[in-house]
């Protein structure tokens, strides 16, 4: 069962304008939500991650705005680059001592047009 | 140079063979993960490792068997009951713990011939 529901499969974004990736969960018990951004052919790499005590993180262009009342989360990305063309992943974990295994979205493939 | 390391690149199976990828990782993280990803459906976690000499099934490992005798080493083999290995295969590792980063490898593409 998907625990992690992403969307939109794919975007196509305008250079400088704003990406928007939704992503929502179903287990409350999570309390961890990295996203993964990943290029073709590569492994993905945390790009930013959030716990619910916050409604907001923002590093440099990449925002994550959390609502834990929805139980959705989303990745904001401003002034949007090519070189941020790439397939993006939302997770989710929970804090147990059984490994803290992530449970991924689907993925979004982003495209940002020059 | 610390990292992980998965090998090969690239595979290629026949039917009804049983095939071993490799991940190695010198940066002495305790948890070690496979991942299958298939376009569309996302990064599906087939076993994993907490400490040597244990391991976990994830969600999908039906047709795949690892072992963690070392530390840096989680082998994951995809036998020939599993019927649909062609995909791209994920390994990971954490520092044990919540709440931490997940570090991948390069991946291994896998396709059967």
């Known amino acids: 069962q998907q625990q992690v529901k992403q969307s939109p499969q794919s975007l196509i974004v305008q250079k400088g304008g704003i990406s928007i990736i939704n992503c929502a969960y179903e287990n409350t018990a999570f309390d961890y939500f990295p996203w993964y951004q990943q290029f073709p052919g590569k492994g993905p790499a945390l790009l930013i991650a959030?716990?619910?005590?916050?409604s907001e993180k923002k590093e440099g262009r990449f925002t994550i705005s959390f609502n834990k009342s929805a139980k959705q989360f989303s990745l904001h990305i401003m002034d949007s680059q090519p070189g941020d063309s790439a397939t993006y992943f939302c997770?989710?974990?929970?804090?147990?001592?059984?490994?803290?295994?992530?449970?991924f979205g689907e993925g979004t493939q982003l495209t940002v047009n020059p | 140079d610390g990292g992980i390391t998965q090998s090969p690149k690239y595979l290629f199976r026949k039917e009804g063979q049983n095939v071993t990828l490799s991940c190695e990782q010198n940066?002495?993280?305790?948890?070690m993960y496979w991942y299958r990803q298939d376009p569309g459906q996302g990064l599906r976690l087939i076993y994993y490792s907490q400490i040597v000499n244990d391991f976990q099934k994830g969600d999908i490992a039906e047709g795949y068997s690892v072992s963690r005798e070392k530390k840096e080493s989680f082998p994951l083999t995809v036998t020939s009951a599993q019927k649909n290995p062609t995909a791209f295969y994920l390994c990971a590792t954490k520092i044990q713990g919540p709440n931490t980063e997940a570090f991948f490898g390069q991946g291994t593409r896998l396709t059967v011939v």
């Open positions: 997770a989710a974990s929970k804090g147990e001592t059984s490994g803290s295994r992530l449970t």
């Open positions: 959030i716990r619910p005590d916050v």
């Open positions: 940066l002495n993280h305790d948890a």
